[in-house]
Each structure stands twice: as structure tokens, then as C-alpha cells.
């Protein structure tokens, strides 16, 4: 049979078309997988595919619950301290000394002076009152106080108060210590406008309770309004102006510049749980239980009672474990600050005392009777022995027990 024309074109047209298509994808004509060049669409439904309460919108709604995320604070977190939980007033022990920059007292109550200071004591040997002077090696010492000319009051466990060798000692206004009897602790400090004595001096003598009772030299005590009994410690100021912490944990100050000083015999008077007090360049700070520093300007200007109190670091303020008489204090953590230079001196083991020599070092005793360098810096030529003999101690008596 004869096909017609037209039909014979129609089947080369297809046959051309369906040749054509496989040979421009040939794998997609095989697997059906998608070409490299296009983006595989998802099986999972988009957002305007997903079912919604809301017919009318495509959105997912947004959920209103909190985050269980805590919110971040821009002010950085405060360092924590080792809580602070004193007991007291221990007046006996905050006016005992076991070191000075001359002698010291070992763990057996026995005096050791400095090498130096033997030196000094046998060019300079005092004749008339040789039969009170503590020599070397003494035995039963309680404790240590400077008498202003080169030497110490040295207490004994009996209550009698003895000297040490040293220059100028036979015109000493303050010969007469010999004589008193019973002493519990002993303490003197420099006072500019009493010359030709420039040294005042406190003694106290403690009941059964722990209850001292003052002893002065210089006081006017016509004029002093304090009790002079329940007392558990008294430091003393560069202007005659004495402090008084009482067992009760009340201070006061026991002045006789009345109406100079009345606006801080006020802030003194609202102190309560004070174990401790120090005098430091015209201020008074107090220590309470709970590791607060209080402080109270003893000048005529109010004013710079506040001021100091703000320039000791915060940390100081509320976790100070033990101030020391020579302005150092020490954080619950081990740091100590010095009020003199204003700056931290770094982390040491609790310090039972802290001393300074010759302004220029800083030492603390531990509470292990070993003693330590707390400012780090080269002794000067003339210095150094003493600065050796000082680092080699390491059974000092300490005072505190803890």
C-alpha cells in the first residue's frame, strides 16, 4: 500500500523531536534527578504552607512565655570574701606587742634583742636604775612598748614594767614606771606638745573579767570625761587625745578638747559591737564583728573622717578581719592595705602583728610566730643586718591564738 506524502512527513517530524530531547538531558530522561544548575525544592512546607489558627494569616504566631535564660548585667559581679565573725573586745591582746624593729619575745617569753641593739646597750650602759633594766634573755615577758629614746617598756608576767638599755635613759621624765605593780598591758605613744615628755603613756589592769581599769601619766583628770573602769582598750593620739573601747564594744574619746571635738564624740557615742580599735593620722577606726570599719576624724576638722573612711577599698570596709596600730589592715581573704601609702600590699597568711622599720618596710608576724616581708623592697646599706635578723625570726610569741 502506498503511503500519502503528508503522512510520511508527520512521522520524520516526530521521530526528529522525540531525538532531539533525549539527547539534550540525557540523564534526566533516565533518572529524573534534578539538574546541578537548580535548587532541589523542599518537601517540608514553608511558613505559608504551615497550617495556622489564623486562616486569614500565614504568620507564625510569636510566643509570649519568658525566656528561660537569666538577663545579663552590665555591671560586673563583686568579689566575694571569707564571712567575718569576731569575737570581743580582746583589749589584752590588742595592746600586747611581742616585736618591735629592736627586741622581740620568743614563744617562751624570752626577751631577744637585736644585735645592734646589744651593741648599743653596752656603749651606752645606763648606771642608775641598772637594777630595773631587762637584759638580754630575760624570762616571763609579757609584752613590749616603746619608751621614746631608743629602748622599750618591758612587761613582765608579774605585772612589773622593766626598761631596756638605751641612750638618754637616766633623763627619761618617764623613770617612775618601775614603781607601778599588777600591770595587765602597757602602752605609750608620741605626743608633740608634751615636751620636755614627749611619751604618754596607758596602763591597764584587768580583773578576772577581762574588766581594765586606766592608769595615765599626763592626763588631766579633773577634766577627762570617761569611766575609767569596764575599759578593754586605750590607743593614743599625736595631740593628748586618748580613745577608749570598752568591753561593752562602746568607745570613747577621752579628751579634754571638749569643743573641738564634740561633733565626733557624737559619731563616736552610735559605735556599738567594736572589738578593736587604732589611731591613724588623726583618725580613729573602729573594727565591729562583722568585719565593718568605722571611722571618726580626732582633728578639729570633722570633715576628714568621712573622706578617709571613703578612700579605703570597699572590700576592706565590710570583711577587714584585724587593724593593726600602724595603719595596716587585713582583708578575711589574707590581702593587707596600707593606709599610710594607700595601696594593697598583696595576699599573705593571716597576721597575728604588723610593724613598720624605719617607715621605709613593712614586716607582719603570721600566726605561726614566722615573719615576713610584706613591702618586698632592698634594704639600704645600713639596713640590711637588721633586715636579715628581722626575716630570720621564726618563734616569735603571737598575741591573737588564731
Known sequence: M????????????????????????????????????????????TSSDAPSSDPSSSEIPVSSAPSSQPPVSSEPEKPKYPKVNLKGPKGLEAMTCTITQYAYIDKNGVLRYSPAHKETAKEEETITYKKYIAADGTKGVRSLAYNGY?????????????????????????MYIHKETNVSAFRSWWVYSAFPAPYEYAMLRYDAKGNGTITTNHWNAEKIDYKKTGVAQVVGHDSTVPSVLYTDGTVRLASVQSTTLST????VAEWKNVVQIVQHNGHLIGLQKDGTLLCACTTSTYE?????????????????????????????????????????????????????????????????????????RVPSKWEADTMEWLLSLTNVKTVWGD
Open 304 to 376: 576628714e573622717g568621712a573622706l578617709s573612711l571613703k578612700q579605703i577599698p570597699e572590700g576592706y570596709r565590710t570583711h577587714t578581719r584585724r587593724i593593726f596600730q600602724d595603719g595596716y589592715l587585713q582583708r578575711s581573704d589574707g590581702a593587707v592595705y596600707d593606709l599610710n601609702q594607700k595601696k594593697e600590699l598583696g595576699v599573705f597568711p593571716m597576721m597575728d602583728q604588723i610593724f613598720s622599720y624605719e617607715y621605709n618596710h613593712v614586716l607582719g608576724v603570721d600566726t605561726t610566730g614566722k615573719v615576713h616581708d610584706l613591702t618586698r
Open 150 to 174: 631608743g629602748g622599750l617598756y618591758v612587761l613582765l608576767n608579774n605585772g612589773n614594767v622593766r626598761y631596756t638599755e638605751s641612750l638618754y635613759m637616766d633623763t627619761n621624765p618617764l
Open 2 to 45: 502506498k503511503q500519502k506524502p503528508w503522512a510520511v512527513l508527520l512521522i520524520l517530524v516526530l521521530v526528529l523531536t522525540l531525538f532531539t530531547g533525549c539527547a539534550e538531558d540525557p540523564a534526566g530522561a533516565s533518572s529524573g534527578a534534578p539538574s546541578s544548575s537548580e535548587t532541589p525544592v523542599s518537601s517540608v512546607p
Open 264 to 267: 565626733q564624740r557624737e559619731e
